[in-house]
């Protein structure tokens, strides 16, 4: 009786570890498969962007798209620097980026908290007139915004740039923004209102530091597209000397379309800062853009 009870005892040990060993899903392996060819597809051009701004023009001829390069042309980055002009077109952008961003994203955060936590009878109806601004393609605006800045005397400025960029910035982040400040529970801002603080006494103690996920989130998307914003740039700025980097870009391709070194080496240096910024913020961004999610 003992051997068998031992026997036994085996068995479903052993099938109980059968049960858990996991199993392969197909359907899990097939959405690997896709994921890694979707990014393939996606790293390929930045991979022959970076190894063509590592290249000679001869190289570049001779050797595949995709083939390191025999001898890394670093000189290629300091002479697309130096005649393209890119210290003032990338100081520029830097200026434009530094001020806008965190300024508008601390804007659309205090409306955010203002229609989320303050009732006032119409908030669905703020919320609807912020909303409509992001249904307007900024490209129908830009006659009339050109009129507009033009009489306000701020063409070729940098304040001229970066008020339509807020403008136009705003109702996105405020809708976001939203979502996340209606999930926050009501209680905590009710015993900050019982122990006597103002809203944005709230808003700066409160909601500020918990929502720093869904701000970054924001912060990547508007730092992005504000770097490499290239229409409204083009309309507002007739200056050359306040170009910022999308346009110095265009201009140097137009100029140096035949040496594809220089050409790659200028695209790599134009998309750095913002992979930069992506890297160091994206451990907020996947979860910064769904914590709104919860409640609408």
Known sequence: MTAETIAVGREKEEAKATMLKPSRDPVLIALWICLVAVAAIWVAPFIFILFTSLKTSKDVMMTGAFSFPS????????????????????????????????LGIFFSAMAAYAISRIEVGFNKLLLMIVLFGTMIPFQVMLAPLFTLVNRLGLIDTYVGVILPYIAFGVPYQVFILHGFFK?????LSEAARIDGASHFTIFRRIFLPISIPALSALFILDFVNTWNEFAMALVLLQDQGMWTLPLGLMSFQGQFSSDYG??????????LPATIVYLIFQRYFVSGLTSGAVKG
């Open 183 to 187: 999930s926050v529970p009501k209680e």
């Open 262 to 271: 220089q050409l790659n080496a200028a695209i790599v240096m134009t998309v």
């Open 71 to 102: 001898s890394l042309e670093i000189s290629n980055y300091a002479n697309a620097w130096g005649r393209g002009n890119f210290a003032t077109t990338f100081f520029n952008s830097v200026i434009i980026s530094v001020i806008k961003v965190p």
